[in-house]
């Protein structure tokens, strides 16, 4: 790696900073596991975050009563929304040469949001500060280290983004035990500059190592609409958006579940200890099935039992009244669903032979799986209000949405299988 370095505040140019111009991908090595390495960190921040609301869900419900839980996960939703939406420039600034611009400006915006939000006091204020501010920060620095880890790896290429976005599962062990243990102690202003004070570590790290592999492509295009007249891809973006629609519902919502809808409710802090299961164990679904799909089965062969799985747990959730039984789901489901989320990236990457169109072509999907993300969370807390705070209709919402992108993604591997000439076994 060269001696000359970036700080946040000064990026620059990323084509000297390449360290490797190579057409093929290392697969190993010092530059390609610490792109991992900074990656883990980066979903950390994005994910990590995202995967814990349902802390801050809690929270905000008694500090901003009578505001709805519905109002509420709009910040959380607005937050994943912006982490995808801006996937299409932040991808395809990447690939003209500006990753490092990109990489410190998304987490600036990420140190500002999460310190404006300890001062807030107000709905308006929460929205801005971590619906927007962060959620802008996290699409800047999200998708573009996606992209440019996977230039690095072929054969690891699964493996290597399942350890990266294991870093959802790491920050979702941190962040809602930062706020269980801080929030009665110092309240919720300190709570939150203790995880801002977290991410600015992190994220120099982060600015200070990570490199694009690939020079900058001056043909990049903001949208690649040829990509669209490849059915493989049009039908797994089709999936990836209905997966995502439904498959974050537990993670924002299985915490109240707990507290009003078992035979013996939860306590507050009885509730948190699901979120920390869901991403503690979500960690063996992020890392075991990437690994065997770089070994065994590939991508898109292991992505769809996971979305299945997803679905039919979803509908088994509505039989759920018992304290053991609802322990036993969490677990079942923190696994599956971490698969999903994991091996989406990878299935997408899979498809994507050119890895110059690497940022703009996983940016287009992103920005459209962003409707998902803002949709998903309120539509099933609108019908959980409907329903006089009986969660059976979301439930079968989540549940359907994740069995039909379950259906498109067996047509992709279809289509597929079929464009590499290969049988109905073959890895995908």
Request: glycine content about 10%; some cysteine.
């Amino acid at each position: 790696m060269e001696a000359e370095h970036s700080n946040l505040q000064s990026p620059g140019p990323d084509s000297a900073d390449a360290p490797n111009t190579g057409n093929a991908p290392p697969d190993g090595g010092w530059d390609a596991w610490k792109t991992v390495f900074c990656s883990h960190l980066v979903i950390l921040n994005t994910w990590g975050v995202v995967n814990s609301f349902g802390a801050f869900q809690t929270t905000y419900a008694s500090m901003l009563a009578p505001v709805s839980p519905s109002a509420i996960s709009w910040i959380g939703s607005l937050q994943v929304f912006l982490l995808f939406f801006i996937g299409t420039i932040a991808g395809w600034l990447s690939d003209i040469g500006l990753f490092r611009f990109v990489l410190a400006t998304g987490s600036i915006l990420q140190i500002v949001g999460v310190f404006a939000a300890a001062s807030s006091t107000e709905y308006w204020q929460l929205l801005l500060a971590q619906g927007v501010c962060m959620g802008l920060g996290n699409g800047l620095i999200f998708c573009p280290s996606l992209a440019v880890l996977s230039t690095y790896f072929k054969k690891r290429k699964s493996l290597a983004i399942g350890i990266a976005m294991a870093g959802s599962s790491t920050g979702g062990l941190i962040i809602p035990s930062m706020v269980r243990q801080l929030l009665p102690q110092v309240g919720y202003p300190w709570t939150m500059r203790a995880i801002g004070f977290v991410q600015l570590g992190t994220l120099l790290i982060v600015n200070f190592l990570m490199r694009p592999r690939i020079p900058p492509s001056q043909k990049s295009k903001l949208i690649d609409p040829s990509a669209f007249r490849d059915l493989g891809y049009s039908l797994y973006a089709m999936s990836f958006f209905l997966n995502f629609l439904g498959v974050y519902f537990a993670f924002y919502y299985v915490a109240s579940f707990a507290r009003t809808q078992v035979n013996s409710p939860f306590s507050y802090d009885e509730s948190l200890n699901l979120l920390l299961i869901l991403n503690g164990v979500g960690l063996l679904g992020r890392v075991l099935p990437n690994y065997f799909a770089d070994e065994v089965t590939g991508s898109i062969n292991m992505l769809l039992p996971m979305s299945i799985i997803s679905s039919l747990l979803c509908f088994c959730w509505i039989a759920v009244r018992s304290t053991a039984g609802l322990y036993t789901w969490t677990i079942f489901y923190a696994i599956s669903a971490a698969g999903v989320q994991s091996m989406s990236p990878a299935g997408l990457s899979a498809l994507t032979e050119d890895l110059s169109k690497a940022g703009v072509r996983m940016g287009m999907v992103f920005t459209i799986v962003s409707f998902a993300v803002l949709c998903g969370p309120p539509i099933e807390g609108l019908i959980i209000s409907q329903q006089d705070g009986t969660y059976w209709g979301a439930q079968i919402f989540a549940g359907s949405s994740l069995m039909l992108g379950s259906i498109l993604l067996a047509a992709t591997r279809t289509v597929k299988l079929r464009a590499m000439g290969k049988t109905l076994w073959s890895r995908v």
